[in-house]
């Protein structure tokens, strides 16, 4: 027995359109084929990394977020006061 399939209805302004057009083009795909296949999948991959407590990051936001991890913490005042204090100098 096939699933009944159902509609989604979505507003993108023009820009966004004009992207998800020229990636379906590319791939050879109708507009809204492209939109079912890049939105399952991606949905599927959230789901399946929520299942693991894994947030699911764009390569925007890993590049980042490594780079976060990669700077020098800056202490705060409070943190600057207890190094002072744990090195006998107040």
């Not at 209805?9 to 296949?37: C, E, F, H, P, T």
């Not at 599927?44 to 936001?61: G, R």
Request: glycine share 4%; hydrophobic share 45%.
């Amino acid at each position: 027995m096939a699933s009944q399939t159902q509609t989604l209805n979505m507003r993108l302004d023009r820009d966004s359109k004009k992207a998800v057009v020229r990636a379906a083009a590319l791939r050879g795909l109708k507009m809204s084929d492209y939109i079912r296949v890049v939105l399952v999948a991606q949905a599927k991959l959230e789901i399946e990394a929520s299942k693991h407590q894994v947030p699911a990051l764009t390569a925007d936001e890993q590049s980042r977020f490594w780079s976060a991890l990669q700077e020098a913490a800056r202490p705060t005042a409070a943190q600057r006061r207890l190094g002072r204090l744990m090195r006998g100098e107040l």
